[in-house]
Structures are given as C-alpha cells and as structure tokens.
C-alpha cells in the first residue's frame, strides 16, 4: 500500500474574546493538519502542535517528498526514515514537530486499511471510557479581582457539567496565583485541580506555590520550571510534597530520558502531535515506565490530537499496578476552538467528563472537509505521478492559499 499524496491544511479561527497565560495572549487558533493518501485512495489524517506555518514549509518540502512511493503501512520504518533524514540537523524542534503529524496521519490510515482502531493496534484497550480534566481558567484582560470571580465561575460551570478534574493556569504573579488558588478550593472543595504555570517561575517561586498547592490539595504542579533547568526539577521536588507533572516542551524517547533521569519528575506529559507522534510516544511510554513514571498527555488542538490522545492512554498500563487502578486522565481543553467543534462529522465524544474511547478504524474520527474551506488559510499537495517511487525532491503539484 504505497503513499501517493500528501496534503497540509494551515487552518485558522480568529477568536471573539482573547484568553492568556503565564507567557502571552492568544487572539486566534491555528492549526496544521496532515492528510496522507494511500493508493487505494484511504486517507489518513494528523495533526502537528505548534507553529502551522513552519510545519507546513517542513513537510511541503523536506519530509513529503522522501515519503511519496513508500509502504504506507510501515509506521516505524517511516519515522525512522524522516528521523535520519534530519538527525544532523533536527533532533528536536518545529520538524520533529513536522515528523508528529505526519506520523498520526499514517497510525489513522494504517488503523482504516487494517480495519483496527489505535489503540487496537497499540497493543489493545485497557479501559474503554476515560475521564476527562478540563483545561481552562485562562486569563483575560480585567481587574484580578475581576479575573478571580470569573475563574472560580467558570470553574463551576465545568462541575456543573459534570466534570470532576479541572486545571488552572498560574503564573500571573505570586500574589494573584494565592489568592486564585485559595479561592478555587474554598468554592470547589471536592474537585480534583491540578494548576500549570507554563514555566513561569523561578526556584524559589515554584517552591512557594509548590507549598501552597500542597496545603490546597491539588493533584499536580505542572510546567513549573522553565525546561531549560532540568535539573531545578528534583531541587524542587525535595522541597514540595506535591507531585510534579512536566514535558509538553520535551520530545523522542532521547529527550525524556534525561528528563525523567534527573528525577524531580512524577507524570511525564509528552504530546503526541509534537513529541515525534504516536509511534514516538509509545517508546516515551516505555521509557517512562521503566522508571515507574506514569504518562498522561498533554492535548491541545482539535480532535485529531485529542483521539490519538485517548487511544494512548486506553491503552497504557498504569504503573506499579494494582486490581483497583486509578483511572488515567484525558487533557479536554474548554477553552473557544471553532476548528475543534465544527469541522468533525464523528468527533471524541465526551459526556459528563467522560470520554469514549473511539471504536472505528483510526483515529476513529471524521474530517469535515466542506466545513474545513471556510478555515483554510494555505493548503499544499505534493503528489507521485506514478504513485510509486520517490518524487524528485521538492516536487509539489500544487499550492494554493485562500
């Protein structure tokens, strides 16, 4: 079943309110989807975490046309084709990045072809519904007394829904991440909360709002070094109680490994559309767990990267073990994403918290391509004319920007 054409679609939403974090403000969605096509015509589709524009350059001209003629089943020999092909120059990056779509895409063709879903092909369903978090609380342009009632309001709307785990964003500043803190647990006493500074603090800033969320019982503290300082991570962990969740900016196996062997780290969080992809995060997973570290993504985008989430960790074993299990927890982000509502036929579906694992081939999730125009910023295609073979390098048969 050999590659016959590979297309990117730069897609993008402009937001009606801006939301913000520890480090800037967002006013539009992007994202650079990847759709593969075998010669039978099954079509496979990723998704790539990051900058759309630089992915879609790296996989236009660099990656697609050493793929074009290959066996479209072949996901390893694939990664590791792309991954020689740039090791001199990219171990790490905006093209593993570029390698992460491109690798989700084949996992859905490869589960459409063999009529399996992936986490089917992963190794099997360990569970088959997950329990979500919902990742919001952002921050907006108010006065922090303000911006605190609306985070604690927007809190409850999500329990409301039947939510039982949420995540916060900290990072603001110390005085305002307290008091957000205090205030989220004096209104929601029994919800699960994990907070995310998104590596704004120093040392000695992380372990004092390590203490405070200790003392408020949240789940975890995530991203709350810069990942430039691995080894601030077990410095911080001897000096807080609570566990520490890090490694969105991380990726391969290589990456993780001397990340996770400093020590200081509790839950790895790779994510699958930039961490080198479905094949690269289960060797992530292998690492993880020889060190008795558990994996729960990190899952941003539309529901491309938030299937291939899912099967991952309906398919990962939790670490020691036991006959009553803690249930893994899925990243839903809540925040305003047109190109994660409207452009799915058959999205994750998601009720009262919890999410079904998809059943159907793939990714077991359904572009809508008429819905996709209307977002469409830039789409490539580069293609074989003879559908086997390699294409000369750089051919494209089109490129067309809307």
């Keep these: 079943m050999k590659i016959k054409c590979i297309r990117t679609h730069h897609l993008r939403d402009h937001l009606e309110v801006p939301f913000g974090f520890s480090q800037w403000f967002y006013d539009t969605r992007n ?23 630089v992915y879609q350059a790296a ?10 003629g290959k066996d479209a089943l072949a996901t390893d020999v694939l990664w590791h084709l792309m991954w020689r092909a740039s090791l001199d120059f990219a171990r790490g990056g905006v093209m593993m990045g570029a390698m992460s779509g491109i690798d989700m895409a084949l996992w859905d063709l490869r589960g459409k072809v063999l009529g399996q879903s992936v986490s089917e092909l992963m190794g099997g369903r360990y569970i088959d519904e997950v329990p979500c978090y919902a990742t919001g609380m952002y921050f907006k342009e108010m006065p922090e007394s303000d911006l605190i009632a609306s985070i604690v309001d927007e809190a409850a709307g999500y ?22 803190v205090e205030a989220m647990r004096k209104a929601l006493p029994n919800m699960t909360m994990m907070a995310d500074s998104n590596h704004a603090y120093d040392l000695p800033e992380a372990i004092q709002i390590g203490h405070v969320l200790s003392e408020h019982d949240f789940g975890w503290f995530e991203e709350p070094l810069s ?4 080894n601030q991570f077990r410095q911080l962990q001897d000096k807080v109680d609570i566990p520490i969740a890090t490694g969105e900016c991380e990726q391969t196996r290589y990456g993780f490994q001397r990340l996770l062997s400093t020590g200081g780290v509790q839950i790895a969080q790779p994510d699958l559309a930039y961490c080198g992809g479905p094949s690269e ?23 491309l990267n938030l299937a291939a989430a899912t099967h991952f960790l309906a398919s990962g074993y939790r670490e020691p073990g036991r006959k009553e299990v803690a249930p893994p927890l899925l990243e ?11 452009l799915f036929e058959v ?46 390098a750089g051919y494209v048969a089109s490129v067309a920007s809307h």
């Design 347 to 392: 999205p994750v579906v998601v009720k009262d918290g919890i999410a079904q694992v998809p059943t159907g081939p793939g990714l077991g999730v359904t572009v809508n391509k008429a819905a996709m125009k209307s977002f469409e910023i830039r789409e490539t295609e580069v293609k074989d004319p003879i559908h086997v073979g390699l294409a000369p």
């Design 59 to 68: 996989i236009t001209s660099f990656y697609a046309p050493r793929l074009l």
């Design 159 to 180: 329990q409301q829904q039947g939510f039982t785990a949420l995540k916060i964003k900290v990072g603001k500043n110390l005085s305002f991440d307290i008091r957000q």
């Design 332 to 342: 839903y982000d809540r925040t305003p994403n047109a190109l994660r509502d409207q």
């Design 31 to 53: 994202t650079l989807w990847v759709e593969i096509v075998a010669e039978d015509g099954t079509t496979g589709w990723g998704e790539c975490y990051g900058p759309a524009e």
């Design 281 to 303: 995060a289960l060797k992530i997973r292998n690492v993880a767990s020889s060190m008795g570290i558990n994996v729960v993504p990190h899952c941003w985008g539309t529901m």
């Design 227 to 230: 990942p430039e300082f691995e």
